[in-house]
Every structure is written in structure tokens, then in C-alpha cells.
């Protein structure tokens, strides 16, 4: 929900590339404190945060995920169909064998 308010002040990869830095501690304070250095538009910022049109949104997107297949995050899908190896070390060779077809 904080990365969709800062996208609608124009700050959404800004503020994920912070939040993914501090992955390990995301609390409210964190969010704020992000969103403060980004000097983020606060009153907004809270207000869409909070929003019913993005809490739908993201809904919408759990959905969709679970319609195809999408069990976690990270998952990668290939020509509609989700690859199964976690190590996508091989997915040059997945692609290339894909384009052959």
C-alpha cells in the first residue's frame, strides 16, 4: 500500500528500491521514514495509502496470481506456463529452447 501512494506522487521505484534495502526491518516507522526522505507530499501520502482503490488493486493482483498459477514471489513464467526450478540460472537456455519452437 506505501509503494502504491508514493507511485501516485510520482516516487514508486524510488520507494521500492528503499523499502527492498530495508527489507528486514519494515514497520511503520520505516514507511514513514521513507516516504519523509523522498519528501513525500505526508498528508497525502498517509490518505492514499489507506485507500480503498488500492487495497482493491492489490486484491485484483492476488487474484489474477491465483489464477495462473502464482504460488510466491518470486515466480516466472515462460510462454504462459510457470517455470518450476528456483534456479533460474537455466532460463537462457529455457528462453532460447522456446524461441527454437
Known amino acids: 500500500m506505501a509503494v502504491l ?3 501516485q ?3 514508486y521505484w524510488e ?11 519494515v514497520n511503520d516507522e520505516t514507511l ?3 516516504a519523509q526522505g523522498l519528501e513525500l507530499d505526508m498528508e497525502r501520502f498517509n490518505q492514499d495509502r489507506q485507500s480503498d ?4 488493486l492489490i486484491q485484483e493482483d492476488i ?3 491465483k489464477a495462473i498459477g502464482v504460488r510466491g514471489t ?3 513464467f515462460l510462454n504462459g506456463k510457470r517455470i518450476e526450478n528456483k534456479d533460474i540460472s537455466n532460463l537462457p537456455a529455457l ?7
Open 5 to 7: 501512494a508514493a507511485g
Open 32 to 34: 514513514v521514514d521513507i
Open 9 to 11: 506522487q510520482n516516487k
Open 95 to 101: 528462453i532460447s529452447r522456446a524461441l527454437r519452437k
Open 53 to 56: 482503490a488500492n487495497r482493491q
Open 74 to 76: 518470486p515466480s516466472v
Open 63 to 65: 487474484k489474477n496470481g
Open 15 to 25: 520507494f521500492h528500491r528503499q523499502l527492498l534495502e530495508r527489507h528486514n526491518k
